[in-house]
């Protein structure tokens, strides 16, 4: 346990659905990252966010994600309207320092 | 982006050590390596980092090359623990990109 909670584990939704995660970080951490992993693959970048503002956003986010953190401690990533394309693990770290990250269980999606 | 090469996968026998190198013949002067695993069913766990001397912590030594374009993590002692994806990534140290570009990895087996 890295300390970073993400609910729900899994989530199963029907395409065109809407789905949202949440991401609890370590709670002294003000940065936060998103990714998605698809099978076989390394995880790839989303969004990151200091404290509640979003700095980077990969052009991977399409205009159906959208992630916020309000005041700066637990984060949510919502992706509407579902595509098959959209199933993955998503997941979520925190940090204090520039590239030491703690990474979440992660959110298992499938999108039917 | 300056990019790593890792082999696809790696044996190793428990209790052996174990050399995983990773070559990045193309990183800059204010890139740093760092190393990250993945068990099976689990986010990615921070391993080690370093800039240009070789570094040590409890989980692994980090010996980097003196021209940087080549590194390599080892694990002393394997064990069936160990048996995971490592990730070499490079980080550009200061401001702007903080995000982690995973490569897909070297599977490490470990054989009992």
């Known amino acids: 346990d890295t300390g970073v909670s993400q609910d729900p584990r899994h989530k199963i939704t029907k395409r065109g659905q809407n789905v949202t995660f949440r991401c609890d970080p370590i709670?002294?951490?003000?940065?936060l990252y998103w990714y998605r992993q698809t099978l076989g693959q390394g995880p790839e970048f989303l969004t990151y966010?200091?404290?509640?503002?979003?700095?980077?956003k990969s052009r991977l986010l399409s205009d159906r994600f959208s992630a916020e953190r309000p005041k700066g401690s637990f984060s949510t990533l919502e992706i509407q309207r579902t595509e098959q394309g959209d199933s993955a693990m998503y997941l979520c770290?925190?940090?204090?320092?520039?590239?030491?990250?703690?990474f979440g269980p992660g959110t298992r999606l499938t999108v039917l | 982006d300056a990019k790593t090469t890792q082999p696809n996968s790696m044996e190793s026998n428990e209790e052996e050590p174990v050399h995983l190198p990773c070559n990045h013949s193309t990183i800059s002067g204010t890139d740093y390596i760092h190393w990250y695993r993945q068990l099976p069913s689990q986010g990615p766990e921070y391993v080690i980092h370093g800039l240009t001397s070789n570094v040590n912590n409890r989980m692994a030594s980090l010996a980097i090359a003196e021209d940087r374009k080549s590194s390599t993590l080892i694990l002393h002692r394997a064990t069936l623990r160990d048996a995971a994806v490592y990730y070499c990534?490079?980080?550009?140290?200061?401001?702007?990109?903080?995000?982690?570009?995973f490569g897909k990895g070297t599977k490490l087996s470990v054989i009992p």
């Open positions: 966010f200091q404290n509640e503002a979003q700095l980077e």
């Open positions: 770290a925190s940090s204090l320092r520039t590239g030491e990250a703690f």
């Open positions: 990534i490079l980080l550009l140290s200061g401001a702007g990109s903080y995000q982690l570009t």
């Open positions: 709670s002294e951490h003000n940065r």
